[in-house]
T-cell receptor
Framework: DGGITQSPKYLFRKEGQNVTLSCEQN?????MYWYRQDPGQGLRLIYY???????QKGDIAEGYSVSREKKESFPLTVTSAQKNPTAFYLC???????????FGPGTRLTVL | QQQVKQSPQSLIVQKGGISIINCAYE??????FPWYQQFPGKGPALLIA?????SEKKEGRFTISFNKSAKQFSLHIMDSQPGDSATYFC???????????FGSGTQLTVLP
């Protein structure tokens, strides 16, 4: 059963702690993306990666970091430098030659 | 800078009616315009997409109308059903970068 999985579904963090969100895909897609979604707003791009071991900053990369050591995995770390991390985080992937992005189910992060 | 403006923010339609959501873009380099449907607590799912070489694309009850000169595109949902109640996002991207710029979303409610 192919798709994108994100874990955990809900995550709670204390202020000052780093936290890592998992994103795995078995679609054999080359590109992967991380978006942030806030209430009443569209999705905003945090980071994206078009190939393994390479990634670029999106529109709101400050306070976040990523790695792409394997084609199927693109974890996102929300660092303590992110001033307002409470949000719904969405991971997506696409094949190299197609604009269509497939989204995972999301992780809701709450900072206490 | 919001490059894709979406309206209305919310929409209430009677069952069987037509739902219309509009988007306007600024960047004339955009060449791919998808619409995504999102249910609460889930990731967005691609509904329908269009490229600027056509003025209309229809898939079942969903139609995209595209006006290149006005830099506008819209989603029409015919015979709207309560199951269509969701948040709809328009988006746009350009070239091979495949970075999507999203509108702010429209919350559609279809009354039974």
């Amino acid at each position: 059963d192919g798709g994108i999985t994100q874990s955990p579904k809900y995550l709670f963090r204390k202020e000052g702690q780093n936290v890592t969100l998992s994103c795995e895909q078995n679609l054999n897609h080359d590109a992967m993306y991380w978006y942030r979604q806030d209430p009443g707003q569209g999705l905003r791009l945090i980071y994206y990666s078009q190939i393994v071991n390479d990634f670029q900053k999106g529109d709101i990369a400050e306070g976040y970091s990523v790695s792409r050591e394997k084609k199927e995995s693109f974890p996102l770390t929300v660092t303590s430098a992110q001033k307002n991390p409470t949000a719904f985080y969405l991971c997506a992937s696409s094949i190299a030659s197609n604009n269509e992005q497939f989204f995972g189910p999301g992780t809701r992060l709450t900072v206490l | 800078q919001q490059q894709v403006k979406q309206s209305p923010q919310s929409l209430i339609v009677q069952k069987g009616g037509i739902s219309i959501i509009n988007c306007a873009y600024e960047n004339t380099a955009f060449d791919y315009f998808p619409w995504y449907q999102q249910f609460p607590g889930k990731g967005p799912a691609l509904l329908i997409a269009i490229r600027p070489d056509v003025s209309e694309k229809k898939e079942g009850r969903f139609t995209i109308s595209f006006n290149k000169s006005a830099k506008q595109f819209s989603l029409h949902i015919m015979d709207s059903q309560p199951g269509d109640s969701a948040t709809y996002f328009c988006a746009a991207s350009k070239g091979s970068a495949r970075q999507l710029t999203f509108g702010s979303g429209t919350q559609l409610t279809v009354l039974p």
